[in-house]
């Protein structure tokens, strides 16, 4: 409804500015949600396009023949409730959010000019909505080429990750001096069934070709990783809450080369099934009485019974929260895991993901047992010299040259160069 204030329900735009102040002053960076495939439909632009077709702000939006929509039967196209009705606005994902009509230059500036207001209000990063439904279907290069505009008026110093729910091989275009990095759909799916079925399917192997020919496109493109999201089932709802599946795939999201993302519950191990209200639930800080956790639909699996609360898991050492603290703190003081490639997987055995990070003079060995039952592995070359990094096994090295991987843990070593 406006893109240049924020919503009464979230406070005032000085609450924001003390957000962003606070924010930075703790060294860390604040990413704005922008949508710019479409607007409400109280949006005042849009009120105004509904007035006739003279009206200024017509041009903002797509509109086509009544008759034609309802001969072919277009459900992607609507008629107004308001004003004439000889003519049907586009809205692809619901009739209450109609598309921008991207081929108006007017639309693409007025873009342009809310992402340098909020940047200027001291912003990091935008993550983009939608960003492959920026023209209707079909119009992939009219996509690609508006982020490249948009790119090119903001700079480089803005991280751009767009939504994209397509392979690789199709987000790769729109890193060309466009976006700087999109989520990668593919290899959440990959990582949760990998979890599911204990077994990897080469998933190393794929990621590195993925991110090899990310950067043949452009050398400052990234991968942005993740497990789910606000559209989709709760990531620990896919094995019905398993502690220790939860806590692995973590590992292997935490291991892997790329921007991470972490949807806010999910170091909890929050439970979740659609409809959407049941996977966005509210975050369990506390479950004591006369608390203060944030409300705003009854909670349907994410309950005292189901699951530790936040203050719950602090405390407790073996907690999800816990172990994500572990291994972010981790990657966090490793280059090789932050930066580096990766590099040398191994897919003989496809029930423990093995692979190494390097980056410099820094190469980590990762091992990731996906079964429930314990391994040994051993190096072909029993002389190396390693220092642990992170395992939950009280003897990792039971031989010289050999790593014990509990069932369904992690294992990382920094490897002498």
Not at 321 to 328: A, E, S, V
């Amino acid at each position: 409804m406006d893109y240049y204030g924020i919503d009464p329900e979230y406070g005032t735009m000085a609450d924001f500015m003390l957000l962003i102040r606070e924010a930075h002053r703790r060294n860390i960076k604040i990413m704005l949600d922008m949508v710019f495939n479409h607007c409400s439909e109280q949006h005042p632009w849009f009120k105004q396009a509904l007035k006739g077709k003279k009206n200024k702000y017509r041009a903002y939006f797509n509109w086509k023949n009544a008759r034609e929509v309802k001969k072919l039967n277009l459900t992607d196209w609507h008629v107004p409730e308001k004003g004439a009705t000889d003519e049907c606005y586009y809205g692809l994902f619901w009739k209450g959010m109609p598309d921008w009509n991207f081929d108006h230059a007017a639309v693409r500036q007025a873009m342009i000019d809310i992402s340098k207001f909020w940047i200027n209000k001291g912003v990091d990063a935008l993550r983009l909505d939608a960003a492959m439904h920026i023209f209707p279907p079909g119009r992939e290069k009219d996509n690609v080429i508006w982020w490249q505009e948009l790119r090119k008026a903001l700079g480089n110093k803005i991280f751009m990750v767009g939504e994209i729910t397509q392979s690789p091989t199709y987000i790769q275009p729109y890193l060309k001096k466009g976006l700087s990095s999109a989520f990668n759909f593919d290899l959440a799916e990959k990582i949760i069934q990998a979890v599911l079925q204990e077994k990897h399917d080469c998933l190393g192997f794929w990621l590195a070709e993925v991110q090899n020919n990310f950067r043949k496109t452009d050398m400052n493109a990234c991968d942005s990783i993740f497990l789910s999201n606000h559209d989709q089932v709760r990531v620990a709802s896919r094995w019905d809450g398993n502690i220790q599946k939860s806590k692995l795939a973590a590992s292997i999201l935490c291991s892997l080369p790329g921007e991470i993302f972490i949807y806010y519950g999910e170091e909890l191990g929050m439970l979740g099934l659609k409809p959407d209200e049941f996977v966005r639930e509210a975050f369990p800080w506390t479950w004591e009485q006369n608390s203060q956790n944030c409300t705003w639909h009854t909670s349907k699996y994410n309950l005292p019974f189901t699951l530790p609360s936040y203050q719950q898991q602090k405390a407790d050492p073996k907690s999800i929260f816990n172990h994500y603290q572990i291994l972010l703190a981790i990657r966090k003081n490793h280059l090789a895991l932050t930066h580096g490639n990766i590099e040398n997987v191994i897919c003989s055995d496809p029930s423990v993901l093995i692979f190494t990070r390097k980056h410099a003079q820094q190469q980590i060995l990762v091992m990731h047992n996906l079964t429930g039952v314990d391994v040994i592995l051993r190096h072909e070359d029993s002389s190396f010299e390693y220092t642990m990094i992170h395992s939950s096994s009280e003897n990792p090295s039971p031989k010289k040259g050999s790593f014990h991987v509990p069932a369904y843990e992690t294992l990382m070593v920094d490897v002498k160069m």
